[in-house]
């Protein structure tokens, strides 16, 4: 079968690799219909995320099942479905009290021997462990495009919004309009939130927030903190997510966000960072960091997503081949596209 492999720093190649065998009672195989290039995957392409030449890439699909093993329930051999970026177990510590995210043996596709040894999705076929707790029927009626995000931008959006301790009527403010803040833009109205200032500095990520129903601030060009005063009568926002992954951004969520609030960081965070601790002691801020719990959020999503009240598919700009994928790389690297979906 043809699949997308990471060779070197700025170097994918669609190469013929063998087909996913079924390893485990538990898996399933799925044939690949859609799979998105994700901004983690251009941290592996830049070579800052470090897998093995030959690795496959790629963590987003819809696709149908081909294959199941005995102990596969949920899901059966024709279903057409969508899956979650990574496995987990379900029984340990971490599981048992729905940390799926924190599961002890989480493999996360296409990311290599670090993360799992689970072959990606960026290929015809892929092999799905734990099949029951990764894979979900899509919805009837729901495109590939909307089902795709499911199992990560959207569920990533929804987690930043959700595991903040959020209220209705609270005041948000985003920080990075790339696809995961565009989606959280979109869950945090979705779950009531009163007001949402998002900001970034490309103009077209600004009109989408802005036709998500927040208010749209430019960094540089406008004033963010003026604007969260201005809307909170000077106290700050009841939650700020930083879905850049900077300590720039960290430090102005800091200062966005209202005394005894939250800030979230679902942004990737991989060095040392400066933090201004006094701020954030003086105002009592709660800190939320780490990955999304995608596994716990996926079926809320999906039930969002059918019922109208979240709608990514406007964040996919672009439609290319399997084939095609070297050139859709350089294209998302250029930051030229949002979401890219390749169909093998
Ligand atoms: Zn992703
Ligand atoms: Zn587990």
Request: hydrophobic share 45%; charged share 20%.
């Amino acid at each position: 079968m043809r699949a997308v492999t990471f060779q070197a720093p700025n170097e994918v190649r669609v190469k013929d690799v063998p087909e996913p065998v079924l390893l485990d009672a538990g898996d399933a195989i799925v044939r690949i219909e859609a799979t998105g290039v994700c901004g983690s995957d251009l941290h592996i392409y830049h070579g800052r995320v470090k897998i093995e030449p030959g690795f496959i890439i790629g963590h987003e699909y819809v696709g149908s099942v081909l294959a199941v093993g005995d102990a596969v329930h949920d899901v059966a051999v024709g279903d057409r479905v969508l899956g979650c970026f990574q496995t987990a177990c379900g029984h340990c510590f971490f599981c048992r009290r729905g940390l799926f995210h924190k599961c002890d043996s989480s493999r996360t596709f296409g990311h290599g021997a670090a993360l799992g040894s689970l072959q990606g999705t960026q290929a015809e076929q892929a092999l799905v462990p734990s099949a029951d707790l990764v894979l979900r029927r899509v919805p009837e009626g729901m495109s590939d495009e909307m089902a795709l995000f499911a199992g990560d931008v959207a569920g990533t959006g929804y987690h930043a919004v959700v595991d903040s301790g959020f209220h209705p009527g609270d005041t948000v403010a985003v920080l990075g309009l790339g696809p995961v803040g565009l989606c959280a833009v979109q869950a945090a109205r979705a779950c009531g939130a009163a007001h949402v200032v998002a900001v970034d500095t490309v103009p077209e990520r600004l009109a989408m927030a802005e036709s998500f129903g927040a208010q749209a601030v430019h960094l540089e060009q406008g004033d963010p903190r003026a604007a969260v005063r201005e809307a909170t009568a000077g106290r700050g926002v009841d939650l700020c997510i930083d879905a850049v992954g900077h300590p720039s951004a960290l430090d102005l969520a800091v200062r966005l966000t209202r005394k005894c609030a939250t800030v979230q960081s679902v942004g990737v965070y991989a060095e040392r960072v400066e933090l201004h601790m006094g701020l954030v002691w003086i105002k009592a801020l709660r800190l939320c960091t780490g990955h999304a719990n995608v596994l716990a959020h996926v079926d809320p999503v999906l039930a969002m997503m059918s019922a109208g009240l979240l709608d990514p598919t406007p964040l996919v700009t672009h439609h290319m081949s399997l084939d095609e994928a070297p050139e859709a790389y350089a294209l998302y690297d250029r930051r030229e596209a949002l979401k890219i979906l390749l169909r093998p």
